[in-house]
C-alpha cells in the first residue's frame, strides 16, 4: 500500500469509527459538543428534514439548528402552518436554503378526478410560496386508494392532472417532485409505490419540471437493488430523500449501505440535495456525524 493510500485509509476508518462511537451515545450534552460545519460535507448535498429533526424546538429554531450544524439547505412537509414572512427572514438571514417542501398531500387524492381542479389551483398558490421562499422543489403526493376506481385509472389520473399542471410549473420555474411511497411498512392503501409507474407517469407528462421524489427509504422497502434502480431512473429523478431500513432512521442504524448508494448517484450526476427524513435515532449530533460518515468514500 503506498502511503498516499495509507494516509486515505487511515483517514477514512478514523471518520467511520468516529462516527460509529458517536452513533452509541456521546457523553457529552448536546450544548457542550462542537456542532459547527458536521453538516458540510465533502461530496452529498444534505438537507434535514425538520419535521423530524429538533422536533422539541420551534420551527424557526430548528432552522437555526440546522445553520448551526452547517448544513446549507432544510426541508420541510406543509406551509400552511409555517410563518412565511418570519422564515423568509431568517432564511436570508442565515444564508441557509429551503430544498423542498410539501405541496400536495395525501388527502384529498389527486388521483381522483374530483380533485383535480383543487389541486391545480393549490400548485398555482403553492408556486407564488415556492417562490416568496426561494425555493425550486416541491413534493406531490399522488394518493391513497379511491373507491370505485383500478390502479389504472388512478395512476391515468394522476397523470392527466400533472400534464395539466405541467405549464403552469414550467411558466413559473418550480418543479413538482411526485413521492412513491412504501405499503408495507409506512402507507398501506397508497396508489403509487416503487420506482415503475412514477417512471411511466413522469416520462408521459414529459416535463423537465415534472419529475420523482426518489425516497430511497421507501423505495429499499419495495423494491431494492436501490444503485439499479438509480441508473435506470436517473433522467427522472428530480430529487432524493433518504432514511435507514429498519426503522427509518439515520444512515448506519439499519441495512442500507448509503457510502455506496450516495457515491453511485454522484457518479449518475445528481448533484441535487438530498433529504434527510429520517428520524435521529439518539440525538440529532449523532444522527448528523452518521450521515457524515455515509458521504465517505
Known amino acids: 500500500m503506498s502511503k498516499s493510500n495509507r494516509r486515505e485509509f487511515i483517514g477514512v476508518s478514523a471518520a467511520a469509527l468516529g462516527a460509529a462511537s458517536v452513533g452509541i451515545g456521546d457523553c457529552r450534552g448536546e450544548g457542550e459538543a462542537d456542532t459547527t460545519g458536521v453538516g458540510n460535507t465533502p461530496h452529498t448535498k444534505f438537507a434535514p ?34 410563518d412565511l414572512e418570519a422564515l423568509v427572514k431568517l432564511k436570508e438571514e442565515l444564508k441557509i436554503e429551503l430544498a423542498q417542501f410539501t405541496a400536495w398531500g395525501f388527502s384529498p387524492g389527486m388521483n381522483n378526478p374530483n380533485n383535480e381542479d383543487k389541486v391545480i389551483a393549490k400548485l398555482e398558490e403553492s408556486c407564488a410560496v415556492a417562490h416568496k421562499l426561494n425555493c425550486k422543489k416541491m413534493t406531490v403526493v399522488a394518493g391513497n386508494l379511491q373507491k370505485g376506481m383500478t390502479q389504472e385509472q ?100 439499519g441495512e442500507i449501505h448509503y457510502n455506496r448508494v450516495l457515491r453511485e448517484a454522484l457518479e449518475l450526476g445528481y448533484e441535487g440535495y438530498v433529504g434527510l427524513e429520517c428520524r435521529p435515532k439518539t440525538n440529532e449530533l449523532a444522527a448528523a456525524k452518521a450521515v457524515a460518515a455515509a458521504d465517505v468514500w
Open 49 to 82: 428534514n425538520l419535521e423530524m429533526w429538533w422536533t422539541k424546538l420551534p420551527f424557526l429554531d430548528r432552522v437555526r439548528k440546522a445553520a448551526e450544524y452547517g448544513f446549507l439547505a432544510f426541508e420541510m412537509w406543509p406551509y400552511e402552518n409555517k
Open 154 to 253: 388512478m395512476l391515468a389520473q394522476v397523470t392527466k392532472t400533472l400534464k395539466r399542471a405541467a405549464p403552469i410549473l414550467e411558466k413559473n420555474k418550480v418543479m413538482a417532485i411526485l413521492e412513491p411511497m412504501n405499503g408495507r411498512v409506512d402507507h398501506p392503501g397508497h396508489c403509487l409505490y416503487g420506482s415503475p409507474d412514477a417512471l411511466k407517469i413522469c416520462r408521459e407528462v414529459d416535463s423537465e419540471f415534472v419529475k420523482i421524489n426518489w425516497d430511497l427509504y421507501h423505495m429499499q422497502i419495495t423494491e431494492g437493488d436501490l444503485c439499479g434502480r438509480m441508473k435506470e431512473g436517473i433522467d427522472q429523478i428530480g430529487y432524493l430523500q433518504l432514511a435507514d431500513h429498519p426503522g427509518r432512521n439515520e444512515p448506519g442504524t
